[in-house]
Nanobody, 124 residues
Framework: HVQLVESGGGLVRPGVSLRLSCAAS????????MEWFRQAPGKEREGVAA????????YYADSVKGRFTISQDDDGNTVYLQMNSLGPEDTATYYC??????????????????WGQGTQVTVS
C-alpha cells in the first residue's frame, strides 16, 4: 500500500512562488509515474505535471509550462512541484498521484491508484 502526503500549500499573493512536496511511503518500484493534479471549485481535476521516476522525463500542461517544475529527490520517494509566477488562475487544491509503470505524457486521473489528501493553494 502506498501512502502519499502532500505539503507546502498556502495563501500567497500573485507573482510569488510556492513549492509543494509529495512524500511517498512505499517500497520502491522499478519505475513509477507520479503526477500532480489540481482541482478548482466547479472544475474537473486536471493534470499539471508528471515525472517518470525511472528516466526522469517530465511533462507539463500548457497552462503551467515555463512556470512550474516537477522534480524528485535522489531516492524517488519525494516529488516536488516548484510553482513560480503564481496567478489567481492557479488557485486550486493540488493532489499528487502515483502509479507503477512508466510515464510518457500527462495522464488521465483514472490511471492512478494512489492519491494524497490534497493541499490548498490560494493566490489572491
Amino acid at each position: 500500500h502506498v501512502q502519499l502526503v502532500e505539503s507546502g500549500g498556502g495563501l500567497v499573493r500573485p507573482g510569488v512562488s510556492l513549492r509543494l512536496s509529495c512524500a511517498a511511503s512505499r517500497y520502491t518500484y522499478s519505475s513509477d509515474c507520479m503526477e500532480w493534479f489540481r482541482q478548482a471549485p466547479g472544475k474537473e481535476r486536471e493534470g499539471v505535471a508528471a515525472i517518470d521516476t525511472s528516466g526522469g522525463s517530465t511533462y507539463y500542461a500548457d497552462s503551467v509550462k515555463g512556470r512550474f517544475t516537477i522534480s524528485q529527490d535522489d531516492d524517488g520517494n519525494t516529488v516536488y512541484l516548484q510553482m513560480n509566477s503564481l496567478g489567481p488562475e492557479d488557485t486550486a487544491t493540488y493532489y499528487c498521484a502515483a502509479d507503477g509503470g512508466r510515464c510518457y505524457m500527462l495522464n488521465s486521473r483514472y490511471r492512478f491508484s494512489y492519491w494524497g489528501q490534497g493541499t490548498q493553494v490560494t493566490v489572491s
